[in-house]
Every structure is written in C-alpha cells, then in structure tokens.
Nanobody
Framework: QVKLVESGGGLVEPGGSLRLSCAAS????????MAWFRQAPGREREFITA????????IYVNAVKGRFTISRDNAKNTMYLQMNNLQPEDTAIYYC??????????????????WGQGTQVTVSS
C-alpha cells in the first residue's frame, strides 16, 4: 500500500519556524515530482510549492517565497518543507502530494496521484 505521511506540524508563535516531513512508503518516488498544499479553515486547498524528481527545479507561490524551502532526500524517500518567519495567515492543514510518474513539478492539485492525510500548522501568540 502506497502511503504519504506528513509530520512536524504544531503550534508556533509568529516569526517562528517549523520543518514538515513527508515520508513515503510502499513505493519509491525518486522519479516523481512532489508538492505541498495547504488548506486554511473556510478556504479551498491551495498550492504552495513543488519540487522535481531531482530537487533541482522548484516552484513557490509568492505568499511563501523567501520564507519556505522545499527539499527532498530520495535515498530516504522523504520530502521536507522548512518554514521560517511563520505568520498567522500560514495557519492551515498542510498536505504533501506526489505524482505517479511525472518528474516535472506542477501546481494543479487534481494532477497529483497520491496524498498524505495532512498535518496541522497553527501560528498564534
């Protein structure tokens, strides 16, 4: 069974940092692009960042550019999201996603084949 499992969420004060992990099991995603999405209360799920199979190509939305960094370790079958200078508007459930085969990153959620269950990130003082 293929699974993506996020971890690392929690409560942090504004200006703080968190590092999310997305561990894959059941198959390797070393040839597939992966991404992070988030869904805030009362809002639709939104794309925030994606990474190609090698880690060389990344995409960020403007809202997180310069604060968030996506990376991956194919040897560990794991993707990461380093989040710095977190703000209350970053509060959301964060989901990781992966393509079945496509190696190039994309921004459309319906194109991703595998999803994690989500991890809650709350930014509040």
């Amino acid at each position: 069974q293929v699974k993506l499992v996020e971890s690392g969420g929690g409560l942090v004060e504004p200006g703080g940092s968190l590092r999310l992990s997305c561990a894959a099991s059941g198959r390797t995603f070393e040839n597939s692009a992966m991404a992070w999405f988030r869904q805030a209360p009362g809002r639709e799920r939104e794309f925030i960042t994606a990474i190609d199979w090698s880690g060389a190509e990344t995409i960020y939305v403007n809202a997180v550019k310069g604060r968030f960094t996506i990376s991956r370790d194919n040897a560990k079958n794991t993707m990461y999201l380093q989040m710095n200078n977190l703000q209350p508007e970053d509060t959301a459930i964060y989901y990781c996603a992966a393509y079945d085969h496509d190696s190039r990153p994309g921004m459309l959620d319906w194109e991703y084949d595998y999803w994690g269950q989500g991890t809650q990130v709350t930014v509040s003082s």
